[in-house]
């Protein structure tokens, strides 16, 4: 028995942040002041602006958690199919 293709994906991609995490915590910590220091030019341009650069950064937010989302359900669905025969 066998896992979606997108479950082994995102699985693997999760354990090669468990085991490099040291590469990616300070990526992440410039990518997070590059995200809050254009947030901050954006919201004193204008609202629009700010409210656009606000709905791009949480819509991806959205859009890749209800990926890992549906990937991981599509693994559970297949397991208990598998286990039910």
Same mark, same amino acid.
């Given at each position: ?9 995102v ?13 990616? *915590?300070? $990526?992440?910590? %410039? ?7 254009? =947030? ?6 204008? #609202?629009?602006?700010f409210?656009l ?7 991806? *937010?959205? $859009?890749?958690? %209800?990926i ?6 599509? =693994? ?6 598998? #286990?039910?025969?």
């Open positions: 028995m066998r896992v979606p293709q997108a479950t082994q994906v699985l693997s991609i999760s354990m090669w942040f468990v085991d490099y995490w040291w590469i990616f *915590a300070p $990526v992440f910590s %410039a990518g997070l002041a590059a995200l809050v220091g254009i =947030g901050f030019l954006c919201r004193h341009r204008s #609202l629009g602006t409210l650069w606000l709905f791009i950064t949480t819509g991806a *937010a959205i $859009v890749l958690n %209800a890992v989302v549906f990937t991981i359900q599509m =693994g559970l669905a297949t397991a208990l199919e598998g #286990l039910s025969r």
